[in-house]
């Protein structure tokens, strides 16, 4: 999964856990869970590792993690401003798997408008947004009544609400 600002992602965490997952309906792809915990908060972040891209030998170790939340819910945040992680409402045991993720756009690697067939336009973006842990990528598809006017800039404050987050790379430090 390419991401073009992947080099200035960045989330500083414990890798607490892995959860083996199950095996795919198929009996085939298998999907391994990670959990993750900001060291800069008290959340803990659970991760489904989609394209294996974690060694699970590195449980327990605290590094670098590059993550990139897609799907979910886009808006413009309202003053005042804020920064942060907020787990779902229904998140047990302190793990939150679709959390609302909160921070500013630092910058915006690719915007693409598309009009073609339908009854508002949308623009694809791919971003980075710093959400005071980190900075963390953003790739989504946004209206017009996601956004009118159709722009994002770097300073725009975002809300994320029920986000999935997939993880590119988790380095050691």
Known sequence: ???????????????????????????????PQILLRPI???????????????????????????????????????????????????????ITFMPTLLGHVHEVATMEVSSALLPSSSTY??????????????RTNLTTTDFPGGSLAPGSFLELIRTRIDILEFVPL
């Not at 309906?25 to 999907?31: E, W």
């Not at 590195?58 to 670098?64: A, P, Q, S, V, Y």
């Not at 886009?74 to 003053?79: A, D, F, L, Y």
């Open 1 to 31: 999964m390419h991401f073009p600002l992947t080099e200035q992602l960045g989330i500083i965490c414990r890798f607490e856990q892995q959860i083996p997952g199950r095996l795919h309906p198929d009996g085939r792809r298998y999907l």
């Open 40 to 94: 800069r908060g008290s959340i803990l972040l659970g991760i489904v590792d989609r394209h294996h891209r974690v060694a699970l030998s590195d449980e327990g170790k605290t590094g670098r993690a590059r993550l990139v939340a897609s799907l979910g819910s886009v808006r413009s945040q309202r003053p005042p401003y804020r920064l942060g992680i907020l787990p779902e409402s229904s998140a047990q045991s302190g």
């Open 125 to 138: 973006v791919e971003l980075s947004l710093n959400i005071g842990v980190g900075l963390i990528g953003l």
